[in-house]
C-alpha cells in the first residue's frame, strides 16, 4: 500500500488558509482578475489594469498572479511538478 502526503498549507505561511491551501490574500488577487473579467475571451481588463488598481507593478502583478494560479491548481488538481 502506497501513501501519499499533500500538504494544504506551508508551515511558513501565517495567514490563514482554506482546504484548498490558499490563503485570502490570494483568493482576494484571483477573485478580482476573475471578477474584472482577465480570464473572458476577449478580455474586459488587462494585466496592466489590474495592477493600477492594486498599486504595484505590472511585473509583480504577472508573478503574483502565476504564483498564486499555480498554487491554486497544484493544489485543487493534485499536479505533479517534473524538478530537473
Known amino acids: 500500500?502506497?501513501?501519499r502526503v499533500t500538504p494544504l498549507r506551508d508551515a511558513a505561511d501565517h495567514e490563514t488558509t482554506d482546504v484548498v491551501g490558499v490563503s485570502e490574500k490570494r483568493k482576494r488577487?484571483?477573485?478580482m482578475a476573475y471578477q474584472e473579467g482577465y480570464y473572458e475571451i476577449p478580455r474586459?481588463?488587462?494585466q496592466d489594469e489590474l495592477a493600477k488598481n492594486l498599486d504595484i507593478s505590472t511585473s509583480a502583478f504577472s508573478?503574483?498572479?502565476r504564483r498564486d494560479t499555480e498554487q491554486l491548481i497544484g493544489n485543487?488538481?493534485?499536479v505533479k511538478k517534473n524538478h530537473r
Request: aromatic letters at 6%; zero cysteines; a positive charge.
Open 1 to 3: 500500500m502506497t501513501f
Open 29 to 31: 488577487l484571483l477573485r
Open 44 to 46: 474586459r481588463i488587462s
Open 63 to 65: 508573478k503574483r498572479l
Open 76 to 78: 485543487t488538481l493534485t
